[in-house]
C-alpha cells in the first residue's frame, strides 16, 4: 500500500472565494460566519484529487488543508475558528465519500498572543470527533513577522503533552508569510530548519520522549547543513543544553525526528537517507502543489516520487516499505486502514 | 596552494571591548570613535591564527570581519562606517604583518535605509588602496527584522554594478540577528536560501552575467531542496520571471552562483558537487569558527575539511586542485599570489 | 429606459478564489499575477446578473467592481494594480457579452501614500480603451485606519482635474474597512457623509464648478443631518472657509452633488429628493447587493426600488423620468446608450 | 412645561483656561489638580443661559458638560476623573442656583483600556448625591483612533447592568475626535450610527429589555439609512444575529431606542417620527451649540426647534406634549421636577 | 533701569479658554482659527502685570509667551502657527498698551519633522513688524519624545544663521512635556543642560562667533556640573570635537553663552556670577510665575531677585548696573529703550 | 581613612568583549551564557586601580559596576541577569584579591516592564552572600526612552521596603542612554535630577523615613536649582503633595537625600555643602572615569577630589573627616572597615 502522508485539499473555488468575504465582513454577517460548499462542488474536487493518485499509484493521501490559506497572524480570533473549521470539515466530507483513499491531518486554530490551549476544542473535535490522525502546526503563527516564539519555547509544551496524551503525530508545516521580504514558499524551508534548532536547543525529547514531530520537505536545511550543529553539539549543546547528559552526537537527536520526502531530487533524497535513516521517514508528495512542474529531462511531474524513490539502490526492499506504508503506519498510529 | 576562501579575522579582545564602548558613546567622545589595538595585541592574535592554519594544512586565508560583531541596522551611520573600517584596517594590519598567508574580503556600511551607494567609499577605499580582494555583503542589514529589500530588490542594483566594473566577487553572509526569534547562525541559513531564490527570481544573471557572487555555508538550504525550485521554474520561473527566455533548467542558474564548502559534513559536500559542480565550489572553513567541535568519531575539528574532501572518491583531480585553488583564483581574480 | 447608476459585478467564485491566491503569493508567481475566468465561467454569472435585472425591469446598469473586495490599504502595488485591472477587464468581457446591458465604471488602483496620479494609466486604459463612463473612488484608501486624507485634501486635486478633463463622473464608495471597530458597510455611510462635509469645507465647487461627483446610497447622513451643517455653514462656513463669497445657504452647495437611491426606503426617499432636489438624483439599487433582503410585509426585496419610486407622489413624471434615465445619461455624459 | 433634554454646560472661560493648565501640568501641582470656577463667575455663565432658554420658551434644561471637551483617550487617568468631577460638579453647583431650570446629565471618567467599572464612583457620586438623572457616554473613548470597542461589546455590559440598576438613561454622545480626518461634529454622526448598529448586531435588548439608551442628533444616520438595516436583518440579523428569535422587522428594534430631536430640519424630523415614533422622541436642542447660525430664511437660530416641531401637521397633540415633556419624564425617571 | 529679561505674558483666561478650543476643533470652525481677546480684557490682564512690576521695582519686562502652553509636537502646522500669533499679538498689544514697560520676545512656530525654516515668516512678521527683541526658542519641539534633534545638530542652522544676520538673541526655553515621566517645569532644566553641552559638542561659536544665544534658569546644571565637563573638555571635546583648536578650557567656551538670573538662590547665583562671569549674565525673574512662593523664612516670593542680587557682595557696582541693564541692552541689541 | 564612595570596576577588556558576544548571542549557546575572565587578567587590572587610588592617597573604594556598560532596556532577562552576575562577581573576586581596599556596590537586574521584585534574588545574593554594602539602582532603566515610571512611582515601593529591611543605601546612577538626543553622561545628571524631584513630590521620606538614597554627581542640578523647587513647595509641594503635614521648607526634604562630591569643581563643592549640609555628603571620585582629564591650570586630573575638599576653608575638621570617612560609614552601616 502506498500511503502519501502529506497531501493537501483541494479544494473547489467556493472555499477561497469565501475566504475573500471572510476577511473582510468584520462581523457583518454574524458569527461565526462559515464557507457554504455543496457536495456537488466538493465531489467533483474530491474525484479530480483521486485521479491525480490514481494516475501515480497512490492509494491513500494524507489530507490537510492547503497551509498558506490558512489564517493565523492578528486576524479575528472567531474568524480563525470559523476558517479552520470549514477546511477540516471539507476534508472530513472528502473522507466520506472516498473513505478507503484518505485520512485527515487537521489544522488547528492560532493566533498571535492566543495561548496554545485556545486550540484544543477543535483538535478534541478533529481528533475524537471526525477521526483525524495527526494535526497540522503552524510555527509561526505570526506569518514572518517575528511574534511567535520558535517551537522549543515553554509556550508549546501544553500543546505537545496533549499530543502525547492523544498519541497523535504533529505535521510541522509553516503557513501565510507576510513579512514582504520571503514568499511562504521560502518561509516554509526556514520555518522548518528553525523548527529543528529551537526543539533540538530545548532538549525537548529528553522532556518529551513519546512526542512525535514530523518536518515537512524533508527537515529544510538540517540534513544537509548537518556539520553545522554537530559541531555545535560538540561546544555548546551538549555541555549546556543537555547538561552533559545528552547522547553522544547531533545525529542522535536528529533522529528523534520523523521527516516526509517531499524533496522532489533523488540526490537530495539519498542525502536524506542516509543521513536521518530511511526508517524515520515517510512518503509524501505534497502533490498536487509545488512539485506540479515537468520535469524536461524526464517529461514527468517532479512530485511523482514513487519511481524516484523505488530506484534509490541503496535502500532495502524493507526500507522501502517503511518508507511507503510501515512508518506512517507507526508514525500515524490511528490510521486505521 | 591550499586556499580557505572564506575565513574571519580573530580579533583580540580589545575590539570587542572597544565595540561595547562604541554603542553606549552616542557620540560622547566624539566622532569618529575609533578602536585602538596595539600592534603587540594584534600580533599575538595573528599568529595565533597562523597557528591554527598551519596546522590543518592551509597555506592562504582569505579573512573578512567576523560577520556577527558588524554593526548594522538602526545604528548611527558614523558608527557603522567607523566599526567597519576598525575592522577592515585590522585585516589589513595583519596582512601586513604575514603577507604570504593572509587576503583581505571587505565589510561595507550597511543600514536600514540608506541607499547601498553610501558603502562604496569604503569599498574603494579596500580594494583600491588596501588591496583586498572581494567584499563581504550582508544581504539582511535590518538584521531579522524584515526592513531590508531581498538580494533581487533594485535596490541592490548599483552594488552589483560598482562590483563587476571592480571585477570583485561578493561574498554572501548574514550578519547579526536580532528578532529574537532566530540566532544568526540559523539567520545565516536562512538568508543564504533567500539569497539565491530571489536573485534567481530577479533573473538576476540575465541582466548582470558578470557578477560574481559566492554563497556562504555551501548555498544554505537550496542545494538540498533544488526540487522544489526546479518545479517552479518550469511552472512559473521559465514563463513568467524569465519571460520564456531563461535555460532549460534551474540548475543552469544555480550553476551560476558560486559556494564554498563551509558544511562540516561529507555526505553533504558530495551532495554539493553532484548538484552544483566542483567547478563552482571553492575551499572553506570558517576556521577557526562555528566548526570548531571536536567529532567524536574522529577526534579532529569538524572544520578540518581538507581531509574529508580529499577523501571523496568521485572527485577527479583536477576537480580537487580547482576546489582548493584554482576555482578561487577564478573566482577572486585580484588574488595576486 | 430605466438605468440602473449603482450596481456591482457579480463575479464567478474563480474571481474571489484568485484574490485568495493573491493576498498569499508576495510573488511567489511573479509579477504581474492575473486571474484566470473562462468565458464560460463568466458567461454564467453574466446571464445570472441578467436574469435578475429582467426580474425588475431595469435595462442597463453601470457596474463597478464589488466595492468590499477591492484591494487598496498597503498591499504591494503591483498586486494592487492587477487586482483592479482583472476587475475592471472582467467588467469590460461582461460588457461585450451583453452590450446593450452594461456600461462599466471603472475601479482605480489606490495604495496609502502613494500619489493619486499612480492610478491615472488605469483611468485612461478603462475611460478611453475599455469605454467605462466613470470612476469609482475609495475615499479612504486607508481601509479604516485614519491613513487618508479626507476628500478636501489638495491629495485629490490632481484626480479631479484629470476627471474634469475627460468630462466623467466620479462615484464615491469606500471599500474594505479594517479598523476593527465598524464593518465595511458602516464605513460606506460615515465615509459618504465625511466626503461632503469635506468637499464643502474645502469649498471644492468653487474652485472646481465642473467636476462631477455622485455619493453612494443617498448620501450617507447629511440629507438627514442637513440643519446640523445649515448652521455651521452661517456661522463658519461662509464667513471663514468661503470668505463670504459663497452661496446664501448651505443646501444650495448640497446640490452641487449628485446622489443615488440606493436608499430602500420610501420616506428616505422622499426625504432625499425634497433636501436635494430629485434633478440631483440618479437611480440606483446595488442590485444584488446589501437590498436583497425581502421585506416582510410585501414579500418583495427591499433593492426592488423602481416601483417604489414610482409610487412617489410628490414626484412630476418629468422628475421620474430624469431619475430612471435622464439624470443618469447628463452625469455620465459618455454613457452612449 | 418645555423640557430640553440635550444641553451643555455653558462654563465660564475658566473652566476651559484651566483645561489647558491640567493638561500639561502633568504632576507639577499635585493630584488631584481641580479646576477653579468662583460663584460670580458661574452665576454669570449661567444666567446667560437661562435667557437663552427663556428665549425661546425652554422650561427646563438637561445639562451635560460640553462633550468635545471632556478629557479620554489616554489621559493621565487622574486627569480625566478630576475634570470629569470638575464639569458635573459645574453643573452641579448650576443647578443650585436654578433648581427648577436645570438637571443635570453627568460625564463619566473614561479612558482607553480602563474597564467601565472604573467610572461607577463616579456615576454614584453624582446620581445618588448630586441628583442627576442620566450620564452622558462617549461610545469612542479612543476618540477616533479605533481603540474602542463598539458599543455592542461585552466590554460595556457592566455599565449596561449598572444603568438598569438605577433605572437611569444613557446618553450616547461623542466627545473629542483626534484621527485627523473627522472633525468631532462628523464624528458625532458616524458614532450615533456605529452605536445604534452595533448594538442591534449584539441583540442587546433581548439581553437588557430595560437598558434606557438616548442616541443623540435624531439617530445619526440610521433612520434615514432604514432600508439597508432591515434588508440586513432579515438576511443576517434574523436568522444569525437573533437566532431565529427576534422580532418581525429592524423597525421593532430601532423604537427601542430613545432619540432627541437635534436635528435643526422640519423634514428630517417628520421622517424621524414617521420612523422611529414620535413616542420614542424627546426635545432636544443641544442650544446654545451647533445649532446657534442663523437662518436666512426665517431670520431664527436653527435650534430654535420649539415651533418647528409645533408646526409639524402630522403630530397629534398627546405626541406633541409627549415630546416636549411626557418622553422625557418616562425615560429620566428620576427627573423630579 | 531695571529690565527684566525674561517674563512672559500674563493672558486673560479667555486665551488660554481658547486653547482648549483650538486643539479640540481639528478645522471645523476653518483655518486659521484665531483667538478673541477684547481689549478690556487684555488691559486687566496687563495692568495687572504693571502693578506686579511696580511692586518690585522693575522698569521694563521683556515678554514672551508662556513656554508650556505652547503648541508644538505633532499638532496642526495651521494651529501651531495661528496660536503662536495670537501669543505674540497679545504680546504686541500689551506693550501697545504700556510701551514703555514692555519689549516683546517671539514665540516661533515650530513642528516636529518641519523644517526650522518653516518659522521664518513668523520671525520676520514679530521683529521687523512688530519690533520684538529676540525669539524664544524651543529646544525640543518634540515635547520630550526623543524627536527633535538637539541643538547642535545642523538641522538648527539655517535658524541660527538667520538670527545672526537680524543681530537678534535667541532665549532657549523648552516648553511642553509628554513623556510622562517629566513635567515641564523638570523638562526645562534638563533641556537647558542639553542645549549648552550639544552646542558645545557641535563647536557651535567656531562655526557661529557672533551668534548670542541666551540659557534660561541660570544654564540649567551645568555651571554646577562645570568639573564634568571640563574634564570632557580636555579628554574629548580639544582633541576631536575643536581639532585641537578650541580655547584653553570649557570655561571660555561657556562664557560665550548668555545666561538669565532666574534662580531665586542667593547661593545659587553667587555660584553662576563666578563660573561664567556676571558680564555674560542678564537679570531675570520669570515674575509671575514658578518663583512666586512665598518664602516662609523672609516673607517675600522667591522671585523678587533685585535685592538678592544688590545684596551680593562680591559684585562690583558696574557688574550690578551690566546685571540689570547693560548686559541686557548688549544683548538685545535691539531693544530702544 | 579615605574612602571613596564612587568609583566603578575597571575590568579586563575580556569583559566588555564578553558583552559584545552576549548581545549577538541571542541564546546560540545557551542560558545562562557567562563571561570568562581569567585571575590573572582580573588581578592585572585590579592591581592598576589599587596604583591609581594610590596615587591620591585613597584608602578605600566602593566598587560599583561600570553603569554605562550593564545591560537594561529591553534586553534578554536571562542576558541581563547573566551580565549583572559577572559584574557583581568581578567586583567580589577583586575584592578578594585587595580585601582591605575593596568593598562592593551590587549592580541589579532591570529591565523595562519587569516587576522590580525580579531582582531581589541578586540583591539577596550580593549583600548576603558575597558581602556588598549596597545597590547600584538604574532610575530608568528604559534607558532614556520614557518607559520607565519615575522614582516616585509605587513601582519602586517593595524595593525600599527590601532595601530597609536589608539596612542597605541605595546609589542612584542611571546607565546607558539610546535616545539619539543625549549622551549617557548627559543623561546621568537630568535622572538625578528628576530622582529628586519626583521622590520629594512622592513624599518618599514621609512613607519610608528610613530609606537611603545616595544621589550622584552631587545632586544633578538640584542644589544648584533649589530656588524653583523651594517656591513650588510654597505653592504646591506643601499644601497638595504633604498635605500641609511636610516640613518647614523644601531645604528640609532635600536634606533627607545623601550626595556623592563627584563635582570635580571647588565651586560647586561649596555650593553643595552649603546648600545640603557638608554632613550629607560623602566622599566620591568616580576615578578612574570621567573625571580624568588633565587640567592645564593644575596639571592634575579634575578627579583628585580630595585636596580640593581639604582646601575648602569653610569646612570644619569634623565635617572634612565626616565627608572622608565618618558619613561613608553612617550612610553604608554593613561597611566592615
Same mark, same amino acid.
Given at each position: 500500500?502506498?500511503?502519501?502522508?502529506?497531501?493537501?485539499?483541494?479544494?473547489?473555488?467556493?472555499?477561497?472565494?469565501?475566504?475573500? &468575504?471572510?476577511?473582510?465582513?468584520?462581523?457583518?454577517?454574524?458569527?461565526?460566519?462559515?464557507?457554504?460548499?455543496?457536495?456537488?462542488?466538493?465531489?467533483?474536487?474530491?474525484? %479530480?484529487?483521486?485521479?491525480?493518485?490514481?494516475?501515480?499509484?497512490?492509494?491513500?493521501?494524507?489530507?490537510?488543508?492547503?497551509?498558506?490559506?490558512?489564517?493565523?497572524?492578528?486576524?479575528?480570533?472567531?474568524?480563525? /475558528?470559523?476558517?479552520?473549521?470549514? &477546511?477540516?470539515? #471539507?476534508?472530513?466530507?472528502?473522507?466520506?465519500?472516498?473513505?478507503?483513499?484518505?485520512?485527515?491531518?487537521?489544522?488547528?486554530?492560532?493566533?498571535?498572543?492566543?495561548?496554545?490551549?485556545?486550540?484544543?476544542?477543535?483538535?478534541?473535535?478533529?481528533? &475524537?470527533?471526525?477521526?483525524?490522525? $495527526?494535526?497540522?502546526?503552524?510555527?509561526?503563527?505570526?506569518?514572518?513577522? %517575528?511574534?511567535?516564539?520558535?517551537?522549543?519555547?515553554?509556550?508549546?509544551?501544553?500543546?505537545?503533552?496533549?499530543?502525547?496524551? #492523544?498519541?497523535?503525530?504533529?505535521? /510541522?508545516?509553516?503557513?501565510?508569510?507576510?513579512?514582504?521580504?520571503?514568499?511562504?514558499?521560502?518561509?516554509?524551508?526556514?520555518?522548518?530548519?528553525?523548527? !529543528?534548532?529551537?526543539?533540538?536547543?530545548?532538549?525537548?525529547?529528553?522532556? +518529551?520522549?513519546?512526542?512525535?514531530?514530523? !518536518?515537512?520537505?524533508?527537515?529544510?536545511?538540517?540534513? +544537509?547543513? !548537518?556539520?553545522?550543529?554537530?559541531?555545535?553539539?560538540?561546544?555548546?549543546?551538549?555541555?549546556?543544553? +543537555?547538561? %552533559?547528559?545528552?547522547?553522544?552526537?547531533?545525529?542522535?537527536?536528529?533522529?528523534?525526528?520523523?521527516?516526509?520526502?517531499?524533496?522532489?531530487?533523488?540526490?537530495?533524497?539519498?542525502?536524506?537517507?542516509?543521513?536521518?535513516?530511511?526508517?524515520?521517514?515517510?512518503?509524501?508528495?505534497?502533490?498536487?502543489?509545488?512539485?506540479?512542474?515537468?520535469?524536461?529531462?524526464?517529461?514527468?511531474? +517532479?512530485?511523482?516520487?514513487?519511481?524516484? !524513490?523505488?530506484?534509490?539502490?541503496?535502500?532495502?526492499?524493507?526500507?522501502?516499505? $517503511?518508507?511507503?506504508?510501515? %512508518?506512517?503506519?507507526?508514525?500515524?498510529?490511528?490510521?486505521?486502514?
Amino acid at each position: 500500500m502506498i500511503i502519501d502522508a502529506h497531501a493537501h485539499l483541494v479544494a473547489p473555488p467556493q472555499l477561497n472565494a469565501h475566504r475573500t &468575504n471572510l476577511i473582510v465582513a468584520q462581523g457583518q454577517y454574524g458569527y461565526p460566519y462559515r464557507a457554504e460548499v455543496s457536495d456537488a462542488q466538493l465531489a467533483a474536487a474530491a474525484q %479530480n484529487n483521486v485521479d491525480i493518485m490514481d494516475n501515480v499509484g497512490t492509494d491513500v493521501q494524507l489530507l490537510s488543508p492547503r497551509p498558506f490559506t490558512l489564517l493565523h497572524g492578528k486576524a479575528n480570533w472567531q474568524d480563525i /475558528v470559523a476558517w479552520t473549521m470549514d &477546511n477540516n470539515d #471539507l476534508i472530513a466530507r472528502t473522507i466520506k465519500m472516498h473513505p478507503t483513499r484518505f485520512r485527515g491531518v487537521a489544522a488547528i486554530p492560532q493566533k498571535v498572543g492566543a495561548p496554545v490551549t485556545d486550540s484544543f476544542d477543535e483538535i478534541d473535535r478533529c481528533i &475524537n470527533e471526525l477521526g483525524f490522525v $495527526g494535526i497540522l502546526l503552524n510555527p509561526d503563527p505570526s506569518e514572518g513577522t %517575528n511574534e511567535s516564539p520558535p517551537m522549543g519555547d515553554p509556550y508549546w509544551y501544553p500543546l505537545y503533552e496533549k499530543m502525547i496524551e #492523544l498519541d497523535c503525530p504533529i505535521h /510541522v508545516h509553516s503557513c501565510n508569510c507576510c513579512n514582504g521580504r520571503e514568499s511562504y514558499d521560502e518561509h516554509f524551508i526556514n520555518e522548518e530548519s528553525l523548527a !529543528i534548532t529551537s526543539l533540538y536547543k530545548a532538549a525537548i525529547f529528553k522532556r +518529551y520522549p513519546d512526542l512525535k514531530i514530523m !518536518i515537512s520537505h524533508g527537515g529544510g536545511a538540517i540534513p +544537509y547543513q !548537518i556539520g553545522r550543529w554537530r559541531s555545535h553539539y560538540q561546544m555548546f549543546g551538549k555541555p549546556r543544553m +543537555y547538561d %552533559n547528559q545528552g547522547p553522544e552526537l547531533f545525529d542522535d537527536i536528529l533522529k528523534q525526528f520523523w521527516f516526509d520526502t517531499v524533496l522532489h531530487d533523488k540526490n537530495a533524497l539519498e542525502h536524506l537517507f542516509k543521513t536521518v535513516g530511511a526508517d524515520r521517514c515517510v512518503f509524501g508528495t505534497e502533490r498536487p502543489g509545488s512539485g506540479g512542474g515537468i520535469d524536461p529531462l524526464t517529461g514527468r511531474p +517532479y512530485d511523482d516520487l514513487k519511481p524516484v !524513490i523505488e530506484g534509490i539502490a541503496g535502500l532495502t526492499p524493507d526500507e522501502k516499505t $517503511g518508507l511507503f506504508e510501515g %512508518n506512517a503506519r507507526k508514525l500515524f498510529s490511528r490510521l486505521d486502514l
